[in-house]
């Protein structure tokens, strides 16, 4: 018995394996593209089952496709959805640019699933799943799907869960005062919860924006088949799918108004993906303000403690290093490179296509997915965790000389600028310099010089 099975497509015959349900689109890609691991992700595989259960619906609706092979495409997809069928989509990143035989790839598994269920050769991968589509307005709705649905399911509520957690952590610190810091040197002084309050309001805007970048990401290409034109579609196709495309998803989706910008721009993911650069760009100065204040725990700054997960050395006993801090910037680098590629992959597009789709949706997917992971590991191993050490707080504090700041309006600047002078030259505290030079007596410096009242 052979292991491989005759199939046909317009190119004549090809070998497939006997037990695997794609057709002989996805063996030729399988075959000429034999290009690095990344394979197509598996959110845009869902987005795909989605759009073909939709198509499917809609093309019910219109009275181009009867009711039996409207529930076998369902039924696969349901299947598809439900992470069943993972082994049947192998094909790599790295093929056509219009990711048209990944297309194939969904309509050929649907089809030939739908007809082993069906006990008959009722489903043609194009005739019947790939009805009223191309591959030019499927990849593009996958991808706007996908989008939206990692960012609104998965990363909002990551980033609303350390938003909570950072509100906690500011409220029970409100109290505690610290030196501030600009470019890296002393600087007036600050409460921690104020300083948290920072990092809080950076997530907060960087949800907002997120949630700006969604209406965009809502417009479905569907309908444009190959051009934009919606040859083969008939009329009210488009609607009607984007409504089930929303009644699946419970999403709000719709049909983009303009099918010749759809197929061809991707600036609506250039734009969310500016919003998940300007997130990582946040997580990488939190995760940088955090591992410098727990630096030490001697010879740093050493203001907060966070929690030791792990060994940090293989030669360095006793060493704990901020790992979880690490992975956050590492994460950011990772998510402004893919911002870089997103932005050249949408500036290709040559008349009526972009043809560099699977690379923009594999790296906006990869950092959508690496900032939703890392948000929660870093809030549950090291946020949720931090400690304050408000003895060196308090140590720091005291020796800063930018405090002498709020004498400016009782001995003016130039004053002031001569008593931190002194106070460091000779390694004195301000108010020995001050009071050495005449400035206040030790009353008045003790009255005007009170850190909770600078904050």
């Given amino acids: ?56 619906l809609a093309n019910f609706k219109i009275g181009k496709l009867d009711q039996k092979r409207c529930d076998y495409i369902g039924q696969v997809c349901d299947e598809i959805l439900a992470g069943k069928q993972n082994e049947q989509f192998p094909l790599v990143v790295w093929q056509t640019g219009s990711g048209t035989q990944s297309n194939m790839n969904l309509n050929e598994v649907i089809a030939n699933r739908g007809n082993e269920m069906a006990g008959e050769k009722l489903l043609h991968p194009n005739d019947h799943v ?9 990849f593009p709705t996958a991808m706007h799907i996908a989008a939206y649905l990692e960012i609104k399911q998965k990363l909002l509520p990551a980033v609303q869960r350390m938003i909570d957690q950072l509100s906690v952590l500011e409220e029970k610190n409100q109290q505690v005062i610290k030196t501030g810091r600009t470019h890296l040197q002393d600087a007036t002084p600050i409460t921690f919860g104020q300083e948290i309050s920072g990092w809080r309001a950076m997530l907060e805007k960087g949800y907002h924006m997120l949630e700006i970048s969604l209406p965009g990401l809502s417009e479905l290409a569907l309908g444009g088949t190959a051009v934009g034109t919606g040859l083969n579609a008939p009329a009210g196709f488009a609607e009607a799918a984007a409504v089930a495309v929303s009644s699946l998803t419970g999403e709000h989706f719709v049909t983009a108004p303009n099918k010749f910008h759809s197929l061809t721009a991707k600036d609506e993911l250039v734009f969310a993906h500016g919003a998940l650069k300007a997130l990582a760009a946040n997580l990488m100065k939190i995760a940088n303000d955090i591992r410098w204040l727990a630096s030490g725990p001697r010879c740093g700054l050493g203001e907060i ?32 490179a893919n911002d870089t590629a997103i932005g050249i992959c949408a500036s290709q597009g040559n008349f009526e296509l972009n043809v560099y789709m699977p690379v923009c949706i594999y790296n906006f997917l990869q950092s959508v997915r690496l900032l939703t992971d890392v948000l929660d590991s870093f809030r549950i191993h090291c946020v949720a965790g931090i400690e304050v050490n408000e003895d060196k707080m308090k140590d720091n504090l005291q020796r800063s000389l930018m405090l002498v700041t709020a004498l400016n309006p009782y001995i003016g600047y130039e004053n002031a600028a001569k008593t931190a002078k002194k106070a460091y030259a000779e390694n004195i505290s301000l108010k020995e310099a001050c009071v050495s030079l005449g400035f206040l007596t030790e009353e008045q410096f003790d009255e005007i010089l009170r850190p909770e009242k600078m904050v």
């Avoid at 996805?26 to 869902?46: A, H, L, V």
């Fill in 1 to 56: 018995m052979s292991s491989y099975r005759v199939e046909h497509d317009s190119m004549g015959q090809i070998q497939v394996p006997a037990d695997v349900y794609w057709g002989a689109q996805t063996q030729r890609s399988y075959e000429n593209f034999k290009i690095g691991t990344e394979k197509m992700p598996t959110e845009i595989i869902r987005a795909f089952a989605i759009l073909k259960k939709a198509a499917a």
């Fill in 130 to 138: 790939n009805m009223s589509q191309s591959s030019n307005d499927t």
């Fill in 305 to 336: 403690r966070i929690p030791e997960n792990e060994p940090g050395s293989s030669i360095m006993p006793g060493k704990v290093n901020p790992t979880q801090c690490e992975a956050v910037t590492m994460v950011a680098v990772q998510v402004m």
